[in-house]
């Protein structure tokens, strides 16, 4: 089962900068896809970006430009990078893992999910 496990996110004030990490394990395929969500209470969680196993990108409108999605194979590890924070970025966020590997951000095609972590951006 693949495994995934988040680290950073915080608090920071309006305009700031906050990195996250997804340590990721066990994928079954070489070709898979790997995203960022974030999620309101009560609300769907949305697709902020989305990168495949050969590095290939999206992003959703929702953070375009303000969010970076990047992976390092050898060390099985997903990072989201956000600038330029606002508060309205306040939100649990996480990282999904899906074997279809079509750069969807559609929650719904992700089958497994980090333990998410809290951002909270302060104004």
């Known amino acids: 089962q693949v495994q995934l496990v988040e680290s950073g996110g915080g608090s920071v004030g309006s305009g700031g900068i906050l990195t996250s990490s997804c340590l990721f394990s066990n994928t079954p395929y070489s070709s898979y896809c790997l995203g960022w969500f974030r999620q309101l209470l009560g609300k769907d969680r949305e697709g902020i970006g989305v990168?495949?196993?050969?590095?290939?990108?999206s992003y959703a409108e929702l953070m375009k430009g303000r969010a970076t999605i990047s992976h390092d194979n050898a060390k099985k590890t997903l990072y989201l990078q956000m600038n330029s924070l606002k508060p309205e970025d306040t939100a649990m966020y996480y990282c999904?893992?899906?074997?279809?590997?079509?750069?969807?951000?559609?929650?719904?095609?992700?089958?497994?999910w980090g333990q998410g972590t809290q951002v909270t951006v302060s104004l």
């Open positions: 990168i495949d196993s050969d590095g290939t990108t």
């Open positions: 999904g893992y899906t074997a279809f590997p079509s750069l969807l951000m559609d929650a719904r095609y992700f089958e497994s």
